[in-house]
């Protein structure tokens, strides 16, 4: 019995969003798109690479819910390592979060919610191993 990637998981849950396009990356897995953008993609191996503005990215990474991206960690662009299905619903919820910003559909306290919210991201202490 074959195992399916965590990043076609992810790809599989948020193509059924309403406008959204699922394209093969350029450097293999999946780009997510909406009206025109890409709302992120997902490499086969389980990243996942988000465009959030800087604001968002600098939060994000601050609360412990995405790490900077590891080629441009002073841009919006964020990335976020599923190690496990238990990581496929915080991916999800990252993707949620920019499609809604995408879609105009954001309100003020959403960020807020998303971070202070642990049902909605996998908690993690931390993804360095025990010293």
Same mark, same amino acid.
């Given at each position: 019995?074959?195992?399916?990637d965590l990043g ?7 193509? &059924?969003?309403? $406008? =959204?396009e699922v394209?093969?990356y ?7 798109r /909406? *009206?025109?953008?890409?709302?992120g993609h997902? &490499?086969?191996? $389980? =990243?996942?690479?988000?465009?959030m ?5 600098r939060?994000? /990474? *601050? ?11 002073h841009?919006?662009?964020i990335s976020?390592?599923m ?5 496929v619903?915080a ?10 910003r995408?879609?105009g ?10 971070l ?7 908690d993690?202490?931390s ?5």
């Amino acid at each position: 019995m074959g195992t399916t990637d965590l990043g076609e998981r992810v790809a599989g849950i948020v193509k &059924h969003w309403d $406008g =959204v396009e699922v394209r093969p990356y350029r450097f293999g897995g999946f780009e997510l798109r /909406v *009206a025109h953008r890409e709302i992120g993609h997902v &490499h086969l191996g $389980g =990243v996942a690479d988000l465009l959030m503005t800087v604001r968002m990215r600098r939060d994000l /990474v *601050a609360a412990g819910r995405a790490e900077p991206h590891r080629t441009q960690p002073h841009s919006g662009w964020i990335s976020f390592r599923m190690r496990s299905e238990h990581d496929v619903p915080a991916a999800v919820n990252l993707f949620r979060l920019n499609y809604k910003r995408l879609r105009g559909i954001v309100q003020p306290r959403s960020l807020t919610f998303f971070l202070t919210t642990p049902r909605l991201l996998a908690d993690r202490i931390s993804d360095k191993p025990a010293s």
